[in-house]
């Protein structure tokens, strides 16, 4: 199938969805959950159509493939811009996949962290220490400094909606940056 055919059966599967919960006088905010919660399995869906599709492919080649996908995601990390593909990979490889739902907390301000996040999907908020709003963020990376020092998070991290992460600990990075020079010059300088 097309992606634009995809693309336009859910969203008249959405927008048929919608109209069901109008008529039937379901509140606005349920309605927002139902949407939130429906695009979020739409996401899935289609990464799990996408897992269906390699599984049939060679075991080396869904290695690729996954590895692939997952350096796209982590390659604008300033540290990894200028690494080989071969620390790419393990970085990729070290990467363990959170499920988060709407108003969960991720990164709690004051915590110590021991890892950092990436984005694959989904909406959150970053909230200053007395819980004031700072900025919603559905790309990118955070929680990025606790894999350098032993730190304490600047600030809350709360999911807006259902969100895919990515996360990498410090534990797996550590032998990661050892065992690899050229991202161990990079840290240090």
Do not use: W
């Not at 071969?86 to 709407?102: F, G, H, N, Q, T």
């Not at 032993?150 to 996360?167: P, V």
């Amino acid at each position: 199938l097309k992606k634009d055919t995809v693309e336009a059966s859910q969203r008249k599967e959405l927008q048929d969805l919608i109209a069901l919960m109008k008529f039937y006088g379901i509140p606005k905010t349920d309605q927002h959950s139902v949407v939130d919660l429906y695009s979020y399995v739409q996401k899935q869906s289609t990464i799990d159509s996408f897992s269906t599709v390699i599984s049939r492919l060679p075991q080396t080649m869904q290695q690729e493939i996954k590895d692939f996908a997952r350096i796209h995601m982590i390659k604008d990390f300033p540290l990894f811009k200028s690494t080989s593909h071969e620390v790419l990979v393990e970085i990729a490889r070290a990467l363990k996949p959170v499920y988060i739902d709407p108003g969960e907390t991720i990164i709690k301000y004051r915590d110590v962290g021991k890892e950092m996040f990436f984005i694959a999907y989904g909406t959150l908020e970053v909230l200053a220490p007395n819980g004031a709003h700072l900025v919603n963020i559905n790309k990118g990376f955070f929680g990025e400094l606790a894999l350098f020092f032993n730190t304490k998070r600047t600030a809350t991290i709360r999911a807006l909606s259902y969100c895919s992460l990515f996360k990498l600990e410090k534990e797996d990075f550590e032998p990661i940056i050892k065992r690899k020079s050229e991202l161990a010059y990079i840290v240090k300088h």
